[in-house]
């Protein structure tokens, strides 16, 4: 079972072409000799799907970090309104 769920896996990919200095290959052939990856391929795989959900978080934040910028003064105004309401109780 675990070889057809590899095949699917492998079906399911697309293959690229990278250009990469000496440098960067040399180090990615250390971190792939040296971590639970099978190849350069899946340490590539790994570190662009990681690069790529810290660029994706950081968007996110930054348009919640605008949502709050351009409502400030409406937050500002309800949170006043909820301490004054909870002072009261």
Known sequence: MKSRHNSNIIANMKTIAITVDEETLALIDHLGSSTEFRSRSALVRAAI???A???QRRREE???REII???KDL???ELKALIAE???K
Do not use: G, M
């Open 49 to 51: 799907r990681e690069y």
């Open 62 to 64: 930054e348009r919640e």
């Open 75 to 77: 937050l500002d105004r």
């Open 86 to 88: 909870q002072a009261r």
């Open 53 to 55: 959900e810290q660029v």
């Open 69 to 71: 910028r351009k409502n």
